[in-house]
């Protein structure tokens, strides 16, 4: 998913093997935010927090980018799941 400004917010933790694949992600996901487990992880050096979406065991989204903070990954992982409820796909791919 992407901002206004064309920067990632986040992504699938899986590749899709076509179009159709996909959009049924993106209506699963949509479908389960209002009951995700916002987890954040650090990883790498320097640290490097991540957040992460989960749902009945399973990752739904991954943050696209490190924070040098857990308190800026969980914003972000707060934002990403309250923007991705009203967002709208582009007309070149979402029918």
């Keep these: 998913m992407l901002a206004a400004n064309n920067r990632s917010?986040?992504?699938?933790?899986?590749?899709?093997?076509?179009?159709?694949?996909c959009l049924d992600g993106?209506?699963?996901?949509?479908?389960?935010?209002?009951?995700?487990?916002?987890?954040?992880k650090c990883s790498g050096r320097p640290q490097q927090w991540t957040w992460h979406l989960h749902y009945d065991g399973a990752e739904l989204?991954?943050?696209?980018?490190?924070?040098?903070?857990?308190i800026r990954a969980r914003y972000a992982g707060v934002s990403f799941s309250q923007l991705a409820l009203v967002a709208y796909g582009?007309?070149?791919?979402?029918?």
């Design 90 to 95: 582009s007309p070149c791919v979402v029918p």
């Design 26 to 40: 993106m209506r699963l996901l949509r479908r389960r935010l209002p009951e995700v487990e916002i987890v954040t």
């Design 61 to 70: 989204a991954v943050s696209s980018r490190g924070y040098q903070r857990r």
């Design 9 to 21: 917010l986040g992504q699938s933790p899986t590749l899709f093997s076509d179009v159709e694949e």
